[in-house]
């Protein structure tokens, strides 16, 4: 019987069989009980709602796997690639070059806004969604309000470790000498604010990468997110951080965002299964019970 019938879904249906005589030892009628499945509509609330419910398990239950998981195999070689660009976009030079050719009056007036904005809206953006999809019931925009969450911790916990083991100097807009090669290897030496690789720029770049793993059907969504993250990494780099900074967090917050993305996206599509599956019993739901 199917678990969402209700005594309202019970409909009494009595017939007269053909050919029935009264009298006969026959019986005139026949009885027949159809068990009717809710609406399709009410099916899907139903189950949203329970899914909703249900969002914060998947969020603390794979946190510790997906931080592990953005170290295991093809991943570390990412974090590897990182460090090695690093080290040559450094002892090259380029990193102190690209920093005396982007202090530009001009060029910090519209890059410095990606600092602020690569602040607060990691703070906002996944507190909207999570507000949006409760109030409009939508399991989807829930899933990726957590998910967006879960990004966000991870990339900042990986940063804050990096930072703190390597005490980089930051860039000074009115120092002349060159100090991009200045790192404080030891254990918090340099802070974990400050530093390799760059916090907004990891940060963004999971937020983008989670999003467009979620939502494989709408690139442009992922497009958008993906220029969002550039536009951060690019301003900190021109501003606060230096170059290398930017292309280690870019590769690191990539690799945090498919992680996550990749995990909440199948925790979605399991429950989708789920709704699919009771909506499948509902198309041919009428049972006869009893004659």
């Excluded at 999809?133 to 966000?152: D, F, H, P, S």
């Excluded at 930072?163 to 000498?177: I, L």
């Amino acid at each position: 019987m199917n678990p969402f019938c209700s005594v309202e879904n019970i409909s009494l249906n009595t017939r007269l069989q053909p050919g029935a005589r009264r009298g006969l030892g026959e019986k005139p009628f026949e009885t027949v009980f159809l068990l009717t499945d809710p609406p399709a509509t009410e099916l899907k609330r139903g189950v949203n709602e329970k899914i909703s419910t249900e969002h914060m398990k998947p969020f603390l239950a794979t946190l510790p796997r997906n931080l592990i998981g953005c170290f295991k195999g093809w991943r570390l070689v990412w974090h590897l690639v990182a460090i090695v660009l690093t080290f040559i976009l450094v002892t090259s030079d380029f990193d102190w070059r690209y920093s005396l050719a982007t202090r530009n009056p001009a060029l910090r007036l519209w890059m410095f806004p990606a600092a602020v904005v690569g602040m607060f809206l990691p703070i906002y953006l996944p507190l909207t969604l999570l507000a949006v999809g409760y109030v409009t019931r939508n399991a989807k925009i829930i899933l990726t309000g957590w998910a967006v969450a879960q990004a966000e911790i991870i990339g900042a916990s990986i940063v804050a470790a990096y930072k703190a083991v390597t005490g980089r100097a930051h860039p000074m807009h009115n120092v002349s000498a060159d100090i991009s090669q200045v790192f404080h290897f030891g254990f918090l030496r340099g802070g974990v604010f400050w530093g390799w690789p760059s916090s907004h720029t990891t940060i963004a770049f999971a937020m983008a990468a989670t999003v467009f793993t979620l939502y494989p059907k709408q690139r442009w969504l992922g497009c958008l997110a993906i220029l969002y993250a550039l536009y951060i990494g690019v301003g900190v780099s021109m501003t606060i951080h230096w170059f290398s900074d930017f292309v280690a967090g870019a590769i690191i917050g990539a690799v945090v965002g498919t992680v996550v993305g990749k995990n909440f996206r199948e925790t979605f599509n399991a429950q989708h299964s789920t709704l699919n599956a009771q909506r499948a019993r509902h198309a041919d739901g009428k049972l006869d019970v009893g004659r």
